[in-house]
């Protein structure tokens, strides 16, 4: 019986194949395409995943390549660059304080220890090679050369470490000057010259002060810090002394009234005391009175002075010993003379005057005298031409006016 059952279902499936289908019946996707394509979409996963893989390692690479190329700039960046030094505002200054950029210029040293050759740079390498030529008054001096120091000046800036120097006794007074180099192509040169002390230098006790003259016209002032300062005089200062606690200088200036007169002859003086805190100056002699060489007395009131030439001749001699008296502002009060004095002697034909020798034959400058104390000049005094026990060594009390002989001078 399920024999034939079979038979019509058969039947029935073999008709409704045969049958056309509707016209809105979806068309289905062929069964074997779908399935090759999806295995396409499938079977690239581990291919990607071992392009993942091989990027890495490509990566790791690169990156070491990389890491080992940067020698190679570097070593083309160590290549020297081209040389082109400039040099400017080339100067030579005197002593390291000189340097300062606050110090007070013109500086005027009393004396030169060291002289600095300071310059502007630009373009220098570590192959230029630098020289440096001294001339000393016209005359080669020193040479020095050597290779560009970059690490510790680098292509640009300014040099201010090179210097000449002589602590003891200090740089010789004249003129200096130095030649730049580099590669021996000359860049710069600059002069400077050390003046010579003419006079001095003084010290004043109290306050450390230095004064002195240099090239015969310029008084130079020194304090304590090391600033200094200068006045220029019209005639050769020939000497000065210190007005006590520094505030003021008392110094002579020599004037040539007739060149063609032999030695001192015409030669004259003017006095003047030089205010050095406020820098003005007053005269308190002219040449008319020709008053030189100052003794000043410890309180300042006094000064204890020569007049005339010095010139002698015979039993003549212009020289004659005075003492001026300044006020508490240190302006000319009164002017006192051996004459003015009591206890000298009375000898025939001469008169009491300064004596100008000194003892034995070496070299010997004249003073007036010394001051024991504010108001006591010691003074060696003489007669000319005349034989008499007057001459000696007195004791001047000015505020007395009273001459007393404490000792014989011995004359040549």
Same mark, same amino acid.
């Given at each position: 019986?399920?024999?034939y ?7 029935i ?26 295995g396409?979409?499938?079977?690239? +996963?581990?291919?990607l ?33 081209? !040389? ?6 080339? +100067?030579?200054?005197p ?26 740079y ?6 230029d ?8 008054n ?20 300014r ?37 010579a ?9 109290n ?10 016209? +310029? ?9 200094? +300062? ?16 520094g ?41 008319d ?17 020569? !007049? ?22 240190y ?16 000898v025939?034909? !001469? ?16 003073q ?30 000015v505020?007395?006016r ?11």
């Amino acid at each position: 019986m399920k024999k034939y059952l079979f038979l019509p279902l058969t039947f029935i499936l073999l008709l409704a194949a045969c049958l056309p289908a509707p016209d809105d019946a979806p068309t289905l996707p062929p069964l074997i395409p779908t399935t090759e394509a999806t295995g396409s979409a499938i079977e690239p +996963t581990p291919t990607l995943t071992a392009a993942t893989s091989v990027p890495v390692e490509a990566t790791a690479v690169p990156t070491t390549a990389a890491t080992a190329v940067p020698p190679e700039p570097t070593a083309v960046s160590n290549q020297p660059p081209a !040389s082109n030094p400039q040099f400017s505002n080339l +100067t030579l200054l005197p002593n390291r304080a000189s340097l300062s950029a606050g110090w007070p210029q013109p500086y005027n040293p009393i004396t030169t220890d060291e002289l600095y050759a300071v310059w502007d740079y630009a373009g220098m390498t570590a192959a230029d090679q630098l020289e440096r030529v001294w001339y000393f008054n016209g005359a080669p001096w020193l040479e020095r050369s050597e290779a560009w120091d970059m690490t510790k000046y680098g292509a640009n800036g300014r040099v201010q470490d090179i210097f000449v120097y002589d602590y003891e006794p200090n740089l010789a007074p004249g003129n200096y000057r130095v030649v730049l180099k580099v590669n021996g192509i000359e860049l710069a040169s600059a002069e400077h010259t050390i003046p010579a002390n003419t006079v001095g230098p003084v010290v004043e006790p109290n306050t450390g002060f230095t004064a002195a003259v240099q090239d015969h016209k +310029t008084l130079v002032l020194r304090r304590v810090d090391g600033t200094t +300062t200068a006045w220029e005089s019209f005639g050769d200062i020939v000497d000065l002394a210190w007005l006590p606690g520094g505030q003021g200088i008392v110094y002579s200036e020599q004037i040539v009234v007739n060149a063609e007169l032999p030695g001192t002859l015409g030669l004259r003086h003017n006095l003047w005391l030089q205010n050095v805190i406020s820098g003005q100056k007053y005269q308190l002699a002219t040449t008319d009175e020709n008053l030189h060489t100052p003794v000043v007395s410890p309180d300042g009131r006094y000064l204890a002075l020569y !007049s005339g030439t010095l010139f002698g001749d015979a039993c003549g001699l212009d020289a004659e010993l005075h003492i001026m008296e300044l006020t508490s502002t240190y302006q000319r009060a009164n002017l006192i003379s051996l004459a003015d004095f009591t206890g000298f002697a009375e000898v025939a034909n !001469s008169r009491p005057q300064p004596s100008l020798w000194g003892p034995g034959d070496g070299p010997y400058e004249p003073q007036p005298g010394e001051w024991l104390d504010d108001g006591t000049l010691e003074a060696n005094i003489i007669w000319i031409c005349a034989e008499t026990d007057a001459q000696g060594i007195y004791h001047l009390d000015v505020n007395g006016r009273t001459a007393t002989q404490v000792a014989e001078l011995n004359l040549p």
